[in-house]
């Protein structure tokens, strides 16, 4: 089963342009190298949300058998995937982590009966 995970945060100050830049040049790069069992699928601006939180979320399917904190999988690895999430994670404005939000959805059509439950 494939969880996707969803990660907001804020970028730092005056480093949108340069984040923005940054993975025009290596979000092909982050995708292929992502750890065991984790697989990139974007980074996202909202473009309206009613109660908007963070300014960018990144999108990650996780399958069980991988890490799926993103932190401790680059932590724990020691390749290329190690250097794109520390030069990405410079653009994140560290002092508003603890606002940052951390969500995994489910596919719904995965759903066993019991899951489910009576309507």
Request: aromatic share 14%; net charge negative.
């Given at each position: 089963?494939?969880?996707?995970?969803?990660?907001?945060?804020?970028?730092?100050p005056g480093a949108f342009d340069?984040?923005?830049?940054?993975?025009?040049?290596?979000?092909?790069?982050?995708?292929?190298?992502?750890?065991?069992?984790?697989?990139?699928?974007?980074?996202?601006?909202?473009?309206?949300?009613?109660?908007?939180?963070?300014?960018?979320?990144?999108?990650?399917?996780?399958?069980?058998?991988?890490?799926?904190?993103?932190?401790?999988?680059?932590?724990?690895d020691r390749g290329v995937f190690?250097?794109?999430?520390?030069?990405?994670?410079?653009?994140?404005?560290?002092?508003?982590?603890?606002e940052e939000t951390f969500r995994?959805?489910?596919?719904?059509?995965?759903?066993?009966?019991?899951?489910?439950?009576?309507?």
């Amino acid at each position: 089963m494939a969880l996707i995970y969803e990660w907001g945060f804020f970028v730092r100050p005056g480093a949108f342009d340069e984040m923005r830049e940054w993975l025009l040049e290596h979000e092909r790069e982050l995708a292929e190298a992502a750890p065991q069992g984790l697989e990139y699928l974007g980074t996202y601006l909202p473009v309206w949300a009613p109660e908007q939180r963070c300014d960018v979320y990144q999108v990650w399917r996780w399958r069980r058998s991988g890490e799926f904190n993103l932190r401790a999988a680059a932590g724990a690895d020691r390749g290329v995937f190690a250097q794109l999430a520390s030069q990405f994670l410079s653009f994140v404005d560290d002092t508003r982590t603890d606002e940052e939000t951390f969500r995994l959805h489910r596919s719904i059509t995965e759903l066993s009966p019991q899951e489910v439950g009576p309507d």
